[in-house]
């Protein structure tokens, strides 16, 4: 079992910036960065892999928001500039063992338990 831990939500003002880290117990295929706004589904914020070193961040996001690897702790990092209230969601970071490039949340077997981002304006 992957335990998955994230750190760095909070209340910040608009146009702040959040620097999200999430720590894994083991190195996974692909690790990844979600967030779920109230009433909305899950979406994808920025997938990185080990050994294909893929490091994707989605169109929505890419000019606010980037993803690096955490070597030491076999994790990611959510960098997040210029947040908008939009950008209030619980925020998790999600594992991948199998192979494979994927986006979907439904491909993600581990899940941490979430950090709150609030946004105000």
């Known amino acids: 079992q992957v335990r998955l831990v994230e750190s760095g939500g909070g209340l910040v003002q608009t146009g702040a910036s959040l620097r999200l880290s999430c720590t894994a117990s083991?190195?996974?295929?692909?690790i990844a960065w979600f967030r779920r706004a109230p009433g909305l589904d899950r979406e994808v914020l920025g997938v990185v892999t080990w050994e294909s070193l893929i490091r994707y961040t989605p169109k929505t996001v890419e000019d606010r928001f980037s993803v690096s690897r955490d070597e030491a702790n076999n994790g990611i990092i959510l960098q997040m500039n210029n947040l908008k209230p939009e950008d209030t969601a619980i925020y998790y970071c999600a594992g991948r063992k199998a192979g494979g490039f994927r986006v979907d949340p439904e491909a993600y077997e581990y899940w941490g338990q979430g950090t709150q981002v609030t946004v105000s304006s």
């Open positions: 083991e190195r996974t295929h692909s």
